[in-house]
């Protein structure tokens, strides 16, 4: 779903100057990858997968392809056949332009290790099974222009000019123009029979604070999410896109509104849970300050989860959260040396990752109870996915 913007001639983009400091900001540590993540600078012409795949098949076989868009900013995830292939995208196509006078390339390692595309469109294509039928560059300007055909007859902003909901942005710099965003994101395809606010929470919290959670009444298995920030929203789409929970695979879309209005009537769910609730001041939100949120590691579904603020217990004993929570069963566990008695630390693992990203909606945030201590309070089991 797109969000209509104001025409260029009423809007600034990007001058050269920004666009250099946007090029700068490359993430030099992400390790090399099959997958790249290409974000495009100055986007005013529509980008689908036929162009993207256009300006990344001279570097090697591109396998998949996904186009999502954050505010005035539109990404693509490009997958090759290998690594090769991906590292000669990404020195060959960075700081490229895609037509003559805009559409400029960053180009980095993703993070993510595979795609999952659902469906071919013009935002997604799996190559593996279906082609595209695309004609070759030809690449000729002071900054490479990697398409030399014309662009697209009517430019993006143009197209998108009919939505009033969107005021002009006067009186602002150009970057941040460029970086206006929604705190709110759209989750889709969501399985309606297993998840809930709360264990959609679980998945979430990972990425950034929860301001409020509301399931769609007409919109089954859709549901819209608020976080205390838009990077925290961008990271959690980032990451999550194209994971499989439930059988299902899911998808994130900014959202048109900057806030989620408080529900007094919510709906049931399936489950019996309401279908809104308010994460404010939450203690689950892992944020909440700069030393929480420096613990929290950000990381794309694995099949091993991280756990922490457990009492020691045996590795049973452990297992048997999971399977009394009637997520899917760890198939091993190892402890950290915890410096304290008190709470440990350690990694459980699971069959696949689809298991562990159920183990976690289904289990995290998890009171456990220590029978062996004379303090009976519960702990609160954290559970993120892991780099391993």
């Not at 990404?90 to 999952?116: M, P």
């Not at 994460?279 to 950000?298: E, V």
């Not at 402890?335 to 976690?360: M, N």
């Amino acid at each position: 779903m797109s969000r209509y913007r104001s025409s260029p001639r009423r809007m600034d983009i990007l001058s050269p100057e920004d666009v250099e400091k946007q090029l700068a900001k490359v993430n030099a540590v992400l390790a090399e990858n099959s997958i790249i993540l290409i974000t495009v600078l100055n986007p005013i012409y529509n980008i689908n997968v036929d162009i993207i795949y256009k300006v990344c098949r001279s570097s090697g076989e591109v396998h998949k392809i996904v186009i999502f868009e954050r505010g005035l900013v539109v990404h693509a995830l490009v997958e090759f056949k290998n690594k090769e292939a991906a590292k000669e995208a990404k020195d060959s196509l960075h700081g490229c332009n895609i037509y003559s006078d805009g559409c400029t390339l960053k180009v980095e390692f993703a993070r993510q290790e595979q795609l999952n595309v659902q469906r071919n469109d013009e935002k997604t294509w799996d190559f593996t099974k279906a082609e595209s039928s695309v004609r070759k560059s030809n690449p000729n300007n002071s900054r490479k222009v990697l398409l030399a055909e014309s662009p697209p007859a009517k430019d993006r902003w143009a197209e998108e000019e009919k939505y009033d909901g969107i005021k002009e942005f006067k009186g602002r710099n150009s970057e941040e123009m460029f970086d206006t965003r929604s705190p709110v994101m759209m989750v889709y395809n969501l399985d309606a029979e297993r998840f809930n606010c709360q264990r959609l929470f679980n998945l979430l919290c990972l990425y950034g604070n929860i301001v409020r959670i509301n399931f769609i009444r007409n919109k089954e298995g859709c549901a819209m999410v608020e976080f205390e920030h838009p990077d925290s929203a961008e990271e959690a789409a980032y990451n999550l896109s194209g994971a499989e929970i439930f059988g299902n695979i899911l998808s994130f879309d900014e959202s048109r509104k900057g806030y989620i209005e408080e529900i007094r009537n919510p709906y049931e769910l399936p489950d019996g849970e309401k279908s809104f609730e308010n994460f404010i001041g939450d203690k689950n939100n892992r944020f909440s300050t700069p030393k929480q949120a420096a613990k929290n590691r950000k990381c794309p579904p694995s099949k091993t989860l991280h756990f922490y603020n457990v009492p020691k217990m045996e590795d049973d004993s452990l297992m048997d959260i999971f399977s009394d929570m009637h997520a899917p069963f760890p198939t091993s566990v190892t402890w950290f040396e915890s410096r304290s008695e008190k709470t440990f630390t350690g990694l459980v693992e699971f069959d696949t990752c689809e298991d562990a990203c159920e183990a976690l909606v289904v289990a995290n945030n998890t009171e456990v109870e220590n029978e062996e201590a004379d303090d009976k309070r519960p702990y609160i089991m954290k559970l993120c996915f892991s780099k391993n």
